[in-house]
T-cell receptor, first 115, second 118 residues
Framework: DSGVTQTPKHLITATGQRVTLRCSPR?????VYWYQQSLDQGLQFLIQ???????AKGNILERFSAQQFPDLHSELNLSSLELGDSALYFC??????????????FGAGSRLTVL | AQKITQTQPGMFVQEKEAVTLDCTYD???????LFWYKQPSSGEMIFLIY??????QNATEGRYSLNFQKARKSANLVISASQLGDSAMYFC???????????????FGKGITLSVRP
């Protein structure tokens, strides 16, 4: 158990629908990152939050949005779903490491299938 | 240009032997960090090892070591005494601007599949 909790583990939905993925970071971690893993695109960074504030944005579609709440859990909202959104969505939280490096600890992922 | 390049096709290694997984990177930053993660078939991402750009010695963590060649911009992962449980996908990743704190995301390579033969 990495300490990063993601729900749901699996989700099957239809095109055009909206889903919400939830993430609870490791105790003490203030940063939350969202990544999308698909066969053709690999691991793509979507967005990062630090202590409730958006810190960095990657290749996140306008149909996707995220937020981090005061209790530090985060939600990734995916709307107007398309077949190509089928992927494994990871949440990670960061742990301060030596020499300023932050090790990302990943959750088990939420596998989204859009039919 | 790709930030992280992992071009090896699927790799095979005999149990108990050593294997090297290649990674090259591209950055103009002076301070950066390099990471390796393992993703078994169950899907989770497991942190293995980290190397900072200013580290003078190659990082080691148990059976994992990182062969860091800064001038060549390569950060190869060496797994010694391979075990069947090492069969997985391995990802190299980089964080740039290490000490600014402004953007601490990791950029990942495409990954390499390693299969350990009994």
């Amino acid at each position: 158990d990495s300490g990063v909790t993601q729900t749901p583990k699996h989700l099957i939905t239809a095109t055009g629908q909206r889903v919400t993925l939830r993430c609870s970071p490791r105790s003490g971690d203030l940063s939350v990152y969202w990544y999308q893993q698909s066969l053709d695109q690999g691991l793509q960074f979507l967005i990062q939050y630090y202590n409730g504030e958006e810190r960095a944005k990657g290749n996140i579609l306008e149909r996707f949005s995220a937020q981090q709440f005061p209790d530090l859990h985060s939600e990734l909202n995916l709307s107007s779903l398309e077949l190509g959104d089928s992927a494994l969505y990871f949440c990670a939280s960061s742990t301060p490491g030596r020499q300023g490096a932050n090790v990302l600890t990943f959750g088990a992922g939420s596998r989204l299938t859009v039919l | 240009a790709q930030k992280i390049t992992q071009t090896q096709p699927g790799m095979f290694v005999q149990e108990k032997e050593a294997v090297t997984l290649d990674c090259t990177y591209d950055t103009s930053d002076q301070s950066y960090g390099l990471f390796w993660y393992k993703q078994p078939s169950s899907g989770e991402m497991i942190f293995l090892i980290y190397q900072g750009s200013y580290d003078e010695q190659n990082a080691t963590e148990g059976r994992y070591s990182l062969n860091f060649q800064k001038a060549r911009k390569s950060a190869n992962l060496v797994i010694s005494a391979s075990q069947l449980g090492d069969s997985a996908m391995y990802f190299c990743a980089m964080r740039e601007a290490l000490y600014t704190g402004a953007n601490s995301k990791l950029t990942f390579g495409k990954g390499i599949t390693l299969s350990v033969r009994p």
